[in-house]
């Protein structure tokens, strides 16, 4: 799941986000996730209330989570109560290294509810991310 202002990349800053668009980086991680027989699907808003109504949804058609949810991550009080309720094994995920930048993007409203986030490792950070949603499920 991707949030706010994702959909924008190819335009954002390079040097904290990569020169990949969206849809480059969904067809990534659709290959990446083949690697480890999982099926994707992939759902991105720029509308915080349709992303925490996607994870309303999720219970039951998804085993597992990625979210990127840009800055709401920062301090989204409904996303997290959503992600909570969908009870699914997640992993949050940042392109770009947040801890190294500006203070306000260090504080992840989230992070407590994941089984793992990982920043600062551009799209291989995916793969980090299904490699332990793979392990998660597994086990
Ligand atoms: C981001 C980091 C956030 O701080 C920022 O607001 C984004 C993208 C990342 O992928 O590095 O929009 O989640």
Do not use: K
């Amino acid at each position: 799941m991707h949030g706010v202002n994702l959909d924008q990349l190819g335009r954002r800053d390079p040097a904290h986000y990569g020169t990949l668009t969206l849809e480059e980086l969904e067809l990534r991680i659709e290959t990446m996730a083949r690697e480890f027989s999982l099926e994707t699907r992939f759902f991105r808003t720029n509308h915080e209330g349709q992303f925490v109504e996607h994870l309303h949804r999720l219970a039951g058609l998804a085993d597992a989570i990625i979210l990127n949810p840009g800055a709401w991550t920062h301090y989204s009080y409904a996303i997290r109560d959503a992600l909570e309720l969908t009870g699914l094994p997640a992993v949050e995920v940042h392109l770009s290294d947040v801890d190294s930048r500006d203070e306000w993007r260090r504080h992840s409203v989230i992070t407590e509810l994941c089984v793992a986030r990982v920043a600062g490792r551009g799209p291989d950070g995916y793969r980090e991310a299904l490699d332990r949603l793979h392990g998660e499920l597994a086990s």
